[in-house]
Nanobody, 123 residues
Framework: VQLQACGGGLVQAGGSLRLSCAAS????????IGWFRQAPGKEREFVAA????????YYADSVKGRFTCSRDNAKNTVYLQMNSLKPEDTAVYYC?????????????????WGQGTQVTVSS
């Protein structure tokens, strides 16, 4: 499966953006799509995830209540709605497909990565 993330941009603090992650090719129904971000000089970190089977969602504490992850299986697309953005949300955002079978952290479960999309939040 190939993933393509888009929707990033420049926004003022308090604003909103919606990222999209489109999947091409076959994605197993057991897959989970995760969102991650990496700021300059920092490690890549988990942001949110949604299970394609059932739609359960998971969030990092830093984005709970502000970000919403959803999926449209008919369109093979996963979204990350980001509200009340803060300057510390500035990063390159990536989507990835992974499977629980690999275990461990959200990061370690991911197997297919899309290219990143830049999100910049100005103060």
């Amino acid at each position: 499966v190939q993933l393509q993330a888009c929707g990033g941009g420049l926004v003022q603090a308090g604003g909103s953006l919606r990222l999209s992650c489109a999947a091409s090719g076959r994605t197993a129904s057991s897959a989970t799509i995760g969102w991650f971000r990496q700021a300059p000089g920092k490690e890549r970190e988990f942001v949110a995830a949604v299970r394609l089977n059932g739609g359960s969602t998971y969030y990092a504490d830093s984005v709970k209540g502000r970000f919403t992850c959803s999926r449209d299986n008919a369109k093979n697309t996963v979204y990350l709605q980001m509200n009340s953005l803060k300057p510390e949300d500035t990063a390159v955002y990536y989507c990835a497909a992974g499977y629980d079978a690999y275990g461990g952290s959200w990061l370690s479960r991911m197997r297919n990565w899309g290219q990143g999309t830049q999100v910049t939040v100005s103060s």
